[in-house]
């Protein structure tokens, strides 16, 4: 039996094949290669109708869309929308407890000796945080949808610049925190309009323990709960639930792709399918 070869399968791969096609065997090298023609003329058809439905009916790349269902949804249960610099000093990422020593570090793209470009939200937000909570009634709700960058390992489900969603709420009771942890990643899920996740315990670098929210083997969301020893770095001491989201894996995962590039503001990819068709 002859299976596709590699720079086929690849090519098939980017253009959306399914499971079955990708699984595909010939009797011969001439029987294969007839059946890649025609399955990527196929494909490449399929592609171009759904741009052309993109162009016409859907004209707003999922990733907005979503951007911005998630924060109407999030809006309307009470929390308020915030949006914070994308360079990050050095001296806040160590107050994360994210110093030379921690993988994390590694990951951290520098601008000068001095800023990074953000690899999370979660140090702005307790920055605003310790002002908001003088300031403003408890409990404060508030979330960030923004750009952020680690040098992560590429692989299917990791971008070097991708968007996080960060919702955090203070100043809660302390005996509510779990349930609202639940409530919250339901509506983030259910604005996503996804059905099937679970909540798993893990072990977190910056943490401790934290609490993701997965879907089959990928991680959608990491949550955690305070107080916690991060929070005396901004003063801050009281219960507190917050939760992390990639916008991407979500998408992905909704959309059923393969690869978390399709979901990620890209040049080779428009609305999940490759541009070179
Ligand atoms: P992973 O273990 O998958 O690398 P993580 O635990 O390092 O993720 P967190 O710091 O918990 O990531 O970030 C919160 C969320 O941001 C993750 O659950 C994930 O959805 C998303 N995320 C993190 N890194 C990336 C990345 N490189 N590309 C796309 N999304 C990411
Ligand atoms: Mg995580």
């Not at 791969?13 to 007839?34: D, H, I, P, V, Y």
């Not at 915030?82 to 160590?94: D, E, N, R, Y």
Request: glycine share 6%; net charge neutral; aromatic share 8%.
């Amino acid at each position: 039996m002859v299976k596709w070869t590699v720079i086929q399968k690849q090519r098939l791969q980017e253009l959306g094949a399914s499971a079955k096609q990708l699984a595909n065997s010939f009797n011969s090298e001439q029987e294969r290669n007839s059946a890649y023609q025609k399955t990527e003329r196929d494909l490449v058809d399929k592609g171009k109708e759904a741009l052309l439905t993109y162009r016409q009916n859907i004209k707003k790349p999922a990733l907005l869309d979503l951007e911005s269902r998630l924060a109407q949804a999030l809006i309307s249960a009470g929390f308020a929308q915030v949006s914070t610099p994308i360079l990050l000093s050095k001296g806040l990422l160590a107050k994360m407890t994210i110093t030379e020593d921690k993988p994390l570090y590694k990951q951290v793209f520098w601008v000068d000796s001095s800023k990074c470009l953000r690899p999370m939200l979660a140090p702005n937000l307790y920055y605003i945080l310790k002002d908001l909570l003088r300031l403003w009634p408890s409990p404060v709700s508030i979330f960030e949808i923004g750009p952020c960058f680690r040098k992560d390992t590429q692989g299917g489900n990791h971008l070097k610049e991708f968007t996080m969603l960060n919702l955090v709420e203070m100043g809660l009771p302390e005996k509510d925190r779990s349930n609202r942890l639940k409530e919250l990643a339901e509506l983030v899920m259910d604005a996503a309009g996804l059905k099937h996740y679970d909540l798993v315990t893990e072990i977190s670098d910056v943490y401790g323990e934290t609490i993701d929210i997965t879907a089959g083997e990928i991680e959608l969301g990491s949550a955690a709960m305070g107080p916690h020893v991060l929070d005396q770095q901004w003063d801050i001491n009281v219960p507190w639930v917050g939760i992390g989201f990639g916008m991407e894996r979500l998408v992905m995962v909704k959309e059923g792709y393969k690869n978390v590039q399709k979901a990620g503001r890209s040049l080779s990819y428009m609305h999940g399918i490759r541009l070179n068709i």
